[in-house]
């Protein structure tokens, strides 16, 4: 019978399920959480390896959270690390979905419920905008890179195109990219 490395296994779970409970707006928000913990606490890998793989998780469709543990979880402990880390991010996150929309029945939706939540949305905004700067720091490397951010950025915002259609025509610009420099780096040598 295979010997699994418990404390990595249950470093994955708290990892995830800390981020799955206390981190509110998504997957975006949680990165900064994940990484402090995956990279700095556990040492279950470098910062540059845990950013290609929320880079990845983003990219792929779905959860986030759950796509960022799947690949860490994977990379830390093989396939029931995966597994670990994956309950992890959802446990939570399903029973608190259960007794809020339970609630949300009960609670008043004036008066100071209601300036809960807007800071709550605010730090947020706050973590999401943390989980940018250090995703766009290790990405943003190259002028190619900065203008297809920008051009994204403006699809996106100024023109309200379909997000899964900018991923997929930034995608296909980066290939052809690749394509012409391959092709004149060849032509060179």
Same mark, same amino acid.
């Given at each position: ?14 990892? @995830? ?32 390896? @845990? ?33 670990v ?8 996150? @399903? ?35 943390s ?8 990405n ?12 994204s950025?403006?699809?996106? @915002? ?32």
């Open positions: 019978m295979k010997k699994y490395n418990l404390k990595l296994l249950w470093g994955l779970f708290i990892i @995830f399920f800390k981020a799955g409970t206390f981190t509110f707006a998504g997957g975006l928000a949680m990165l900064p959480v994940i990484e402090k913990d995956v990279v700095e606490k556990y040492r279950m890998m470098g910062k540059e390896e @845990f950013l290609e793989y929320a880079t990845l998780a983003q990219t792929l469709p779905g959860v986030i959270a759950l796509n960022c543990a799947t690949f860490v979880g994977r990379r830390a402990a093989g396939t029931i690390g995966m597994l880390a994956s309950f992890g991010a959802t446990f939570s996150a @399903f029973f608190i979905m259960l007794a809020a929309t339970i609630a949300l029945q009960y609670i008043p939706q004036t008066g100071p419920v209601v300036g809960a939540m807007r800071c709550i949305r605010a730090a947020s905004a706050a973590l999401i905008l989980a940018a700067f250090s995703l766009g720091a290790h943003l490397k190259t002028s190619f890179a900065i203008i297809m951010m920008l051009a950025f403006a699809l996106v @915002f100024f023109f309200d195109v379909s997000t899964p259609l900018v991923v997929l025509a930034a995608g296909i610009a980066g290939y052809v990219y690749q394509r012409i420099r391959a092709k004149k780096g060849g032509e060179a040598s």
